[in-house]
């Protein structure tokens, strides 16, 4: 990526053609094989919660929701980068016992700190059923540790196929463990022992197929080197963390379980879609931004146009997610009812608060390829930590005045976190951002055209007393019909130039 045109091969031509006829097919099978396997578990992920939601009570799910949290903090500390290190790194047999070493002192030292945690919660505050829970969740943090040295040596071995299956059959075993846990009357704590299951079939069939067995050895030296590179991760992912469960944690604190419980709900609801949408995002933002970032002219010399491609990929990602995000606060009260039921119902307004807030923060998806691709990336920690100070403030801030106000106080934190994403994609990044806003100006035209529709489907389904599965289906089918129609009829009839139709064009 240094500007440079590829070197030619001995036969005088470039030698990409070659290496790609060699190695594509390999590639597309390990990027397919991850993928899947990351699907799958998105998939389970989201039927345990929709199950669970289902089956528990309202303060149940919020326990589970609020412990979870507190123990997911551990979890992120008991990983420590390990994996990130065996991956940039070519350990000898030697090294990579002691990333093992370590890997297990951190996990047996996370272990006691929660074991700690639960005995606190039982003896002191005398709440044995909370402290059980929390003891159980304390049994993730050694298997975690070392399952992330697993995972990655398989990667560093080029074995993601094997990988990929590994975390596949882990992930659809836990989910029968969960389900038979709730079956059988185990309640909350069966999330946590289906959890775990997964936990240990990746351990352990992870440590079949790479063959290898941590011997316990370690040097200070070496110690260091891995402590100072998992300064660095931990840094990264505890701001991440913060972000992602600092409302359940104010919420579950200030107001209640119950409370936390809705919270929780609505969140993996927008977090449903947000992932739908913000990994193919990324992928194709990279991809394509790698490929406008060096071209070569009819010179040869190389030349950069990676915000161009930035500006009409950023134009066509607005229009394509906005409509989803608002849809689904037009209809979340419906959708409530038909995924969990009536007594999740006070969910729906944080869900229709919360997607607003999710429009605001999709320019974020391009922002670390466009940066990484124009040598900027050295900006983006800075404004990260600002964002996520934001973030925690306001949940904090605004949680004892109610769910609702700290689902507000999220949509301000998303305002200032768009204002920066602009400034960072424009100034140092070359993305256009006028032009995105002009283009995308009559893209308002059409989601009022399918806000409107609908609403009036939702009234007169209401006024007819028709199912509610049938009312969701009914305003999903004909909101999304109306929306691309509109856009078709502004630019056939008017003339209006929209980026998803005229793509081919440019």
């Not at 240094?2 to 790609?20: A, E, I, Q, T």
């Not at 398989?154 to 059959?169: D, E, S």
């Not at 359940?248 to 977090?271: K, M, Q």
Request: charged fraction near 15%; hydrophobic fraction near 55%.
């Amino acid at each position: 990526m240094d500007g440079l045109p590829l070197p030619p091969s001995p036969s005088g031509r470039f030698g990409l053609p070659r290496w790609l006829r060699l190695r594509l097919p390999s590639v597309i099978g390990d990027g397919a094989s991850t993928l899947g396997s990351k699907v799958v578990s998105q998939v389970v992920q989201l039927v345990v919660f929709l199950v669970a939601a289902r089956v528990l009570a309202s303060a149940e799910f919020g326990l589970y929701a609020y412990s979870s949290a507190i123990m997911i903090l551990l979890v992120v500390v008991a990983e420590g980068g390990w994996g990130e290190f065996v991956m940039k790194t070519e350990c000898s047999e030697h090294e990579l016992d002691q990333i093992g070493t370590i890997s297990i002192i951190s996990g047996v030292l996370v272990t006691m700190v929660g074991l700690s945690i639960a005995a606190t919660v039982w003896f002191v505050f005398h709440q044995p059923w909370e402290g059980m829970l929390l003891g159980l969740f304390s049994c993730w943090f050694l298997p975690s540790s070392l399952s992330v040295v697993y995972d990655g040596l398989l990667v560093a071995r080029g074995l993601l196929r094997k990988q990929a299956v590994i975390r596949i059959t882990a992930e659809v075993t836990g989910l029968l463990v969960t389900i038979l846990g709730l079956w059988i009357g185990w309640n909350v704590f069966s999330l946590v022992i289906g959890r775990l299951a997964t936990q240990l079939v990746s351990l352990f069939a992870s440590a079949a197929v790479a063959r290898w067995y941590p011997r316990l050895r370690l040097t200070w030296p070496f110690a260091r080197e891995i402590l100072e590179f998992s300064r660095h991760i931990l840094a990264n992912r505890l701001i991440f963390f913060l972000r992602s469960y600092s409302g359940t944690l104010a919420i579950g604190s200030f107001l209640g379980l119950t409370e936390a419980g809705y919270y929780r709900v609505a969140e993996r609801i927008i977090a449903a879609f947000s992932e739908l949408i913000g990994e193919p995002a990324r992928m194709l933002a990279w991809t394509l931004f790698r490929r406008a970032a060096v071209k070569i002219d009819a010179n040869g010399k190389a030349s950069r146009d990676v915000g161009a491609s930035a500006t009409t990929f950023m134009t066509i990602l607005m229009a394509a997610s906005a409509p989803i995000y608002l849809g689904l606060s037009l209809i979340s009260s419906g959708l409530i009812d038909v995924v969990l039921g009536d007594k999740w119902a006070p969910a729906a307004i944080l869900v229709a608060i919360l997607s607003a807030k999710q429009v605001l923060l999709t320019p974020g998806y391009v922002t670390e390829p466009l940066l990484s691709l124009s040598g900027n990336i050295k900006r983006m920690p800075p404004a990260l930590l600002f964002n996520g100070a934001i973030s925690v403030g306001l949940i904090v801030l605004l949680a004892p005045f109610g769910v609702e106000a700290a689902a507000l106080g999220q949509c301000l934190a998303s305002l200032i976190s768009f204002a920066i994403s602009v400034r960072l994609q424009r100034n140092y990044g070359g993305l256009e951002w006028r032009r995105v806003i002009r283009d995308c100006a009559y893209v308002a035209v059409a989601i009022a055209a399918m806000a409107a529709t609908v609403y009036s489907l939702g009234y007169l389904a209401e006024a007819s007393a028709l199912r509610h599965l049938s009312t969701v289906a009914i305003q999903v089918v004909s909101g999304g019909a109306i929306y691309v129609l509109t856009l078709a009829i502004l630019q056939k009839v008017m003339g209006i130039p929209i980026p998803i139709f005229a793509v081919g064009r440019r």
